[in-house]
């Protein structure tokens, strides 16, 4: 299974906790936003439910109280008295007349009055017409209503008579019109408990106010019930879901879309933004793969500062750092090959270097006593010895970077390594100038070593010019230091060329080693000074020598100079 690139997977970390959730969101929205509309409609209702409720009780308690009084009138006990269980007479015989004007003085709202004997006989009723009130007879239905039924009791002993039965009219009851509008298509409904029949006029069947939810012409409606004890009343609400929950689907879907669309653009962002990053990242990977590589002058243009911008710092840092150590191990390494090479050029140096010496001593015992050829031969003798003098220091000091100090005059190494130069300067016809001053010029160091640095630059200076040309050598005092200057007018070299002149083995001739100028650095380093080289292409080249120097009062060694062993 191939495995997902950075930028997928943090893709895929928002996707899973940014935009599936907000997806989620907007889902659990439109599923409960129905739920939230009919939770809130059902409120509703309850709400408009009680306030029908409240507004039947305040009304009737003032209509109580007045059928209280009538049930306690002496001409209603009168009727009980002398009527009995009889129903009531037919025309023209009529009850009492005091009656029917009480009757008349009861609010609006009471259609019909009857006073009914104990065992339940219809002795006497009244009812209010358009044209006033009249007489029922016994056969005569009471109008329909909410029915109330209240007893009527004996002034002396407190006993039951009968009942006093009044018929309430529900609309003036209820006043639909009174009620606060909670939603649209309310239906307020009343039935009769006895019966069930509806009270009120509705606009569809009283059975389905039987139900909490019910359809009706394609619509979900809700309803809610009260069943009230006095006034005997079931009272009943209903109205349509369906225009209810409307604004909320309708808010539900655009807060869906809304967020759809946030999600989107979310992470159309966090892609933008992944993109550039793991881009930087990239660069940061392919840039760690080129240094592994070997490429080690890799860079990374730092973008902004945040983490990814510090981690490009610090890679170029880092980068930087391990060129230069591995520089210095390479340098390491290298003057290690030095002094490898370095012991055994010594070797094969002293050898020939000793039977040149043996056979000039063969010849000096040979040579009779007056013979002018004796000069020659000492100065040969001499220069042989200095010679692996030199050789055996120079290299002791390219390969331990040891010297044997002892106090010198820089103007001696100089002139030795002037005269040590001289067959090359013949064979390229060019001239030699030394400028050493009439002053000693005191310093604590190894004369032989230093002779082969003064050298080592007089050659490379001579192989450079063209037949003809100059050389310059300057001895000078800075302060404490003395500076060596040997300057030539010959070709200079590019700057490819002069970054890498003191790696060891590094030459631009096929017959040079590549050793002169490191050797020659690493000796002016020991003595606690160092090798600076300046040239351009056809300007020529000046190398300057910084070395310490002795005090001239004091005769102390200079602080600059190095120990026994560096």
Known sequence: MPRLSFRIRMLLVVLVVGIVPLVMLG???????????ERLLRTRLDETLDQAVAQVASRWISERSDLLFLADEVEVQRILERLGTRASEPAGVEPPSSLKDRFEELAPSVLAVSVVSSEDVRLVSVERS??????LDAGEPL????VVDMGIYAAGDGSRLGTLRAVLDPQALLSPGALP????GLVLAAFDPSSGASLLPLPLEPELFDTPSFEWQTERWLSTRRILGEPPLILAVAAPLTPFIAPFEVVARQGTWLLLAVAIA??????????RMTRRLAHLSEAAQAV??????RRIEPEGRDEVGRVAH????????LRRTLAELTQKESLAAVGEFAATLAHEVRNPLTAIRIDLQYVEEGLPGESPLRTPQSRALREVARLDDTVSRTLEVARSGRIRPRPIDLREPVHAAVRAARPLLDEKAASLSAECGPDPIDAIGDS??????????LRNALEALETGGAVSVELSVDGEDALVTVTDDGCGMPAEVRERIFEPFFSTRVEGTGLGLPISRRIAVVHGGNLAVESEPGAGTKVTVRLPTLAPSAGEKNSKVPPDIL
Do not use: K, Y
């Open 27 to 37: 889902l659990w929205l439109t599923r409960t936003a129905p739920r939230a509309g």
């Open 130 to 135: 358009p044209v006033g009130s009249r007489w």
């Open 143 to 146: 109008p329909l209503g909410v």
């Open 181 to 184: 509008p909670t939603t649209a």
């Open 266 to 275: 979310g992470l159309g962002l966090v892609a933008l933004l992944t993109r």
């Open 292 to 297: 592994a590589g070997g490429d080690l002058d």
């Open 314 to 321: 610090a890679f170029n840092t880092m980068a930087e750092s």
């Open 448 to 457: 032989g070593a230093l002779e082969q640095l003064f050298l080592n630059l």
